[in-house]
């Protein structure tokens, strides 16, 4: 059985929402579903989330940006 490590380094997540001037608190305040400060923070730094967490923080971003064409692949490297 391999362990993969929990912690992957800066995510590209971080650089987008830097880019595109969008704080945590905005993405939690754009998300429909249950997305908490605390995920977008887990995800920004790199620590693992679970696939549900990832489709939380792509729907958020998507709410809050209409006009970007994000997928999964764009914000997380594991």
Known sequence: ??????????QPLDAL???????NHDLVAAST???THKMV???????RLTSNAQY???AA????RPDET??????FTY
């Open 1 to 10: 059985m391999m362990i993969l490590p929990m912690d992957c380094g800066p």
């Open 17 to 23: 929402m830097t880019r595109l001037n969008i704080s």
């Open 33 to 35: 579903d249950q997305l």
């Open 41 to 47: 923070a887990k995800g920004r730094k790199g620590r």
């Open 56 to 58: 939380k923080i792509l």
């Open 61 to 64: 971003l998507t709410a809050a």
């Open 70 to 75: 994000l997928a999964l692949k764009d914000l």
